[in-house]
């Protein structure tokens, strides 16, 4: 099990955030465990944000590189949070084009930038909820 300190302060060599009640004003941060990632877990983090590896393609096809996506679920350190980020990063990933035409008779209309945004948006504000529950 890989551990880690979320802290932005060192004193004394000890790894601590400020608001504690010593009589420098920091308090020890207790280690978190990393989640060490599984094959299954890139899969279904894959699944959640709707990021998947084409039939015949490799992870580098994809939007995100399954390092990309075993980093994000590692500094998280939930699956939950990691797609939320992962949703808000794709948001910010959304460009403009076409959003309708007509060949002969026959018209189409395709998603607006807008929309794809506002989802990208939802869908993170969905599994920042989760992650608040587990």
Do not use: C
Request: proline share 2%; charged share 30%.
């Amino acid at each position: 099990m890989n551990l880690s300190y979320e802290s932005h302060h060192i004193v004394k060599g000890k790894k601590r955030e400020r608001g504690g009640k010593d009589d420098a004003g920091y308090r020890e941060r207790k280690a978190v465990p990393k989640m060490n990632t599984t094959e299954s877990q890139i899969k279904r983090l894959r699944t959640m944000v709707n990021d998947p590896i084409p039939d015949s393609g490799t992870d580098a096809d994809a939007a995100f590189s399954n390092a990309e996506l075993e980093e994000i679920l590692t500094e998280t350190n939930d699956m939950y949070q990691a797609a939320s980020d992962i949703w808000i990063l794709k948001a910010g990933m959304v460009q403009g084009g076409i959003e309708s035409y007509a060949v002969g008779s026959e018209h189409y209309e395709l998603t607006s930038m807008k929309d794809q945004y506002d989802h990208a948006l939802a869908m993170a504000s969905m599994y920042v909820e989760r992650a608040g529950r587990s």
